[in-house]
């Protein structure tokens, strides 16, 4: 099981990503500090290979690990940021060092405590200048077969935060002509007539039977086995109750109705309009569905599917067809966000011809090398090559040179032209520099 990026973002709000430690209350705070000893030496081990491998690494100076200890009832708990070490002008990073130096701490903490058992997820984004790429690790040495489980790190974080945070816009959202249908027992209206009236009143229009152009099922009921219920799943059309319904478009005080802004709500949506990574999304969540409850995972699949059709993505209709394939337990391959980026670059520019070639082109067949001095990438950017442009493109933006914005600007744009897939990703996320 695997997080998309966005999830990975929205998650990252409540500094979950680490490893529990479950130990002896008589040994915690010694097995604490020897983690802090063992990690630290095997970190600065870490740079040390970086650095000899690739060059001068860009945080050796700093003085911060990325772990946090915590003490808690089972032992402890290890907070853990970005595994990263970047070089070569902050321009790449290495990720086998700084993993290898947190597996082998797990592995001598496991020797020096016989009886030490720990469970984790580790993910983060290497960072905004590497257009937030994701990566994850799962860190465990209690971990079973996923049908035997009966814990799982992620699947607990997410039923925690989906069982218990709402969605609620800044704004009602506009219901003007949408189409909605009514069935079960009402909770916050007296009849059928009243709940239809408000909907009218809203903009909206209250039909009598779910079919393709139904937006909305309004049912309090999520595990109904009623015919209605059946049709809206067959046709993913989102299944919300009267409570969400009012908090989305109406005024939730007017029913006294109280909730609060959720941070991974806004951040899932947020990074889910930037990466359109609707699909990862929620293939991750369904991944993780046998540990929340129905109505509230079916909650989170609507609020998903509404946005990708708002924010008019070209991927909804897809988006549709999988969660009518997850829903019936077929296995769907994933797709890649840097190819879908690279194919959308190159037909917006008519070069989907090239886009096919490029993607067939050896990956290791690199023109610069990291330990090219700057001086060097500069030359090859000037003579035309278009990995040495992208490069000192970014170096020169990131760096805000200012004489050399519009040059930086053109050879990123060339360099996504001609196929280097970091420039298009690059574009996409720094849309407002390019348009």
């Known amino acids: 099981m695997s997080l998309s990026e966005s999830l990975i973002w929205a998650l990252n709000e409540y500094g979950i990503f680490g490893v529990k430690i479950l130990c002896d209350g008589s040994v915690k705070e010694e097995a604490a500090k020897t983690f802090l000893e063992v990690f630290t030496n095997k970190w600065n081990e870490a740079f040390n290979k970086v650095e000899v491998k690739y060059g001068d690494c860009e945080s050796k100076e700093e003085t911060d690990y990325p772990v946090k200890i915590k003490l808690a009832d089972y032992g402890f708990f290890v907070h853990v940021d970005s595994l990263a070490i970047r070089y070569a002008y902050g ?98 209206f007296e009849n059928r007539d009243e709940i239809t009236e408000y909907i009218k009143e809203l903009g909206a229009t209250v039909i009598g039977s779910v079919s393709k152009k139904t937006d909305y099922l309004i049912n309090n009921d999520a595990n109904s086995k009623s015919s209605k219920n059946k049709k809206a799943r067959d046709l993913c059309v989102p299944i919300i109750t009267e409570r969400d319904f009012i908090i989305r478009f109406g005024d939730p005080d007017e029913y006294g109705i109280k909730v609060k802004n959720s941070p991974f709500w806004d951040e899932l949506l947020s990074m ?96 610069i090398s990291v330990n090219d001095t700057f001086d060097a990438v500069l030359k090859k950017a000037e003579e035309g090559d278009a990995e040495a442009k992208f490069t000192a493109g970014k170096y020169f933006i990131t760096n805000q040179i200012v004489d050399e914005q519009e040059r930086a600007l053109n050879w990123i744009r060339e360099a996504a032209d001609e196929g280097i897939d970091e420039a298009v990703e690059y574009i996409s996320w720094n849309s407002e520099l390019f348009f």
């Open 272 to 367: 889910l309009e930037a990466l359109e990574d609707y699909d990862d999304t929620v293939r991750s969540l369904y991944a993780y569905s046998r540990w929340i409850k129905k109505e509230f995972f079916d909650r989170a699949i609507g609020i998903i599917l509404t946005k990708a059709k708002e924010y008019e993505t070209d991927s909804y209709d897809t988006l549709m067809k999988l969660v009518k394939q997850l829903e019936a337990g077929e296995e769907v391959e994933s797709t890649d966000l840097t190819t879908n980026l690279l194919d959308g670059h190159m037909e917006a520019r008519g070069m989907s011809e090239k886009a096919d070639k490029i993607r067939r082109r050896d990956p290791s067949n690199k023109t």
């Open 91 to 188: 321009e790449y990073y290495d990720l086998e060092y700084g993993y290898e130096a947190f597996d082998s701490t797990m592995e001598e903490m496991h020797d020096r405590f016989p009886g030490l058992e720990y469970d984790g997820y580790i993910a983060f984004t290497a960072s905004d200048v590497h257009g937030g790429e994701g990566h994850q690790h799962e860190v465990s040495s209690v971990r079973k077969d996923n049908n035997k489980r009966t814990f799982d790190f992620i699947g607990e974080a997410l039923r925690k935060i989906l069982e218990s945070e709402e969605y609620v816009p800044d704004e009602p959202e506009e219901a003007e002509g949408l189409k909605v249908v009514i069935t079960g027992k009402l909770q916050y």
